[in-house]
């Protein structure tokens, strides 16, 4: 199970140089997961760098197949805010890690080289 940060998808949808294929290739993979914040991550982004891309790219990360979307509730929270205290993170990319911890992911799909840090 691969949990896909919202800057792939970003990356797949505008991107057509090499990290624009990479980003491609991971959401192809069979069984992914990502945090209900990646669809406002992906819109607020998109919108802003290529408004007329926003809703079909925000439609097809929703329909994505054999992508699960993990909802955010309390325990989650609880979960990312421990991360905030252990390694330094900003409170969404807690709630990231978090959530690929709760998914059970074997790893982060990201260019955020912060994720790394975490263990699980």
């Not at 624009?20 to 760098?49: H, Q």
């Not at 325990?75 to 900003?90: F, G, H, M, R, V």
Request: proline residues 4%; hydrophobic residues 45%.
């Amino acid at each position: 199970m691969l949990y896909l940060d919202a800057n792939v998808f970003i990356y797949a949808a505008i991107n057509t140089q090499e990290i624009g294929e990479k980003a491609g290739s991971a959401t192809k993979n069979p069984t992914s997961s990502t945090s209900v914040l990646t669809f406002d991550e992906v819109f607020w982004s998109i919108k802003k760098l290529k408004p007329e891309l926003a809703q079909e790219t925000s439609y097809a990360l929703l329909n994505f197949p054999n992508l699960e979307i993990i909802p955010a509730d309390r325990k989650l929270a609880l979960s990312a805010l421990k991360i905030i205290n252990e390694y330094n993170l900003a409170p969404r990319d807690a709630l990231h890690a978090a959530t690929a911890i709760a998914s059970k992911a074997d790893c982060v799909v990201s260019t955020d080289a912060h994720f790394d840090k975490i263990k699980s």
